[in-house]
């Protein structure tokens, strides 16, 4: 069901996480990146997005692009969250290994995702080529929303599709990236800084946002604050965010990328989440 206010998104937020918990104690998860991103995923889905889960193929619908693919269990949570089917489904099939869930999101066997994404900065590209799409055909009640990782910066394809966007004028396109500060094996800063992402961007024509992407509030705000959709320039969230999100053993840490958590680990986790909602609206 979709949220109206700060402190239902907070709550929603708070299940999404208690879900990935108990996903990631029967099957090893990007749980990390998840959580980093949990807070935007579910203003997203569950306020944001114009998404009927009875009808996922509407023409007016919004579009989403997981470019950094391996989020899939935060995706699939929140497309659960908004009916398209149940949190129990997640977990039985992805841990069955032989349904609609798994460490990538596959539009072969789901029907709610648009596109099958998981080799990092093929989601961007793809994500302009349904933008420009949109406005070929005139469709001017619809916007194409996709989730980038930090990490995912360092791929050649992100820049031309960054390029090709401003070119092609896709006001109807919001980028987001999940500034984590990490990637698979370590920081950013060591592996390809990335410099002042916010000014590239800024420097090719765009939009550029950058706020805090686990501030609820924040979120929320600078969705209700986005261009029209018949604007000419694209949008980009440049979202400050920590990897591991809620769950302190986790925050900042390389090595929780992507596992399974212990039954011990599960508790704590849980009883820290607890105490993290803030006070909302
Ligand atoms: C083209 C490509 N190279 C390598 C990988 C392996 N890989 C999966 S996740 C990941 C790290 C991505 O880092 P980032 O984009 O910052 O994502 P996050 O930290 O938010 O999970 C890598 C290198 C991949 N999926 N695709």
């Given amino acids: 069901m979709k949220k109206s206010t700060v402190s ?26 998840d959580l980093s991103v949990a807070d935007i995923m579910t ?21 989403f692009v997981l470019s950094k693919g391996h989020a899939s269990a935060v995706t699939s949570f929140n497309q659960a969250a ?11 099939e992805y841990a069955a290994d032989k349904g609609r869930f798994s460490m990538h999101s596959c539009s072969l066997v789901n029907p709610f995702v648009e596109v099958s994404t998981g080799s990092l900065g093929h989601g961007f590209p793809i994500a302009c080529g349904m933008a420009a799409a949109l406005k070929l055909k005139g469709n ?13 910066q360092a791929e050649g394809s992100v820049w031309e599709a960054a390029m090709n966007a401003v070119h092609q004028e896709l006001g109807n ?28 961007y800024g420097s090719f024509g765009w939009n550029v946002c950058e706020f805090d992407g686990n501030d ?16 000419k320039v694209p949008t980009v969230f440049v979202c400050h965010t920590v990897k591991g999100m809620g769950v302190p053993f986790m925050e900042n840490q390389a090595g929780w990328h992507a596992g399974k958590i212990t039954k011990e680990q599960f508790e704590t986790a849980i009883n820290a989440l607890e105490h993290t909602v803030g006070n909302g609206d």
């Fill in 8 to 33: 239902e998104l907070e709550q929603a937020a708070l299940e999404i996480r208690k879900n990935l918990l108990h996903l990631c104690l029967v099957e090893a998860i990007h749980i990390g990146g």
């Fill in 43 to 63: 203003v997203l889905w569950q306020y944001q997005m114009k998404y009927d889960p009875e009808n996922p193929n509407d023409e007016d619908r919004d579009r």
């Fill in 82 to 92: 908004i009916g398209c089917f149940s949190p129990e489904d997640v977990i039985k």
């Fill in 140 to 152: 001017t009640a619809s916007r194409v929303y996709v989730v980038m990782g930090d990490g995912e």
């Fill in 173 to 200: 396109l919001v980028a987001i990236i999940d500034f984590n500060g990490l990637e698979a094996d370590g920081r950013i800063d060591e592996i390809t800084a990335l410099g002042n992402i916010a000014e590239k």
């Fill in 216 to 231: 609820i509030a924040e979120i929320k705000r600078q969705f209700d604050s986005l261009p029209a959709v018949a604007s």
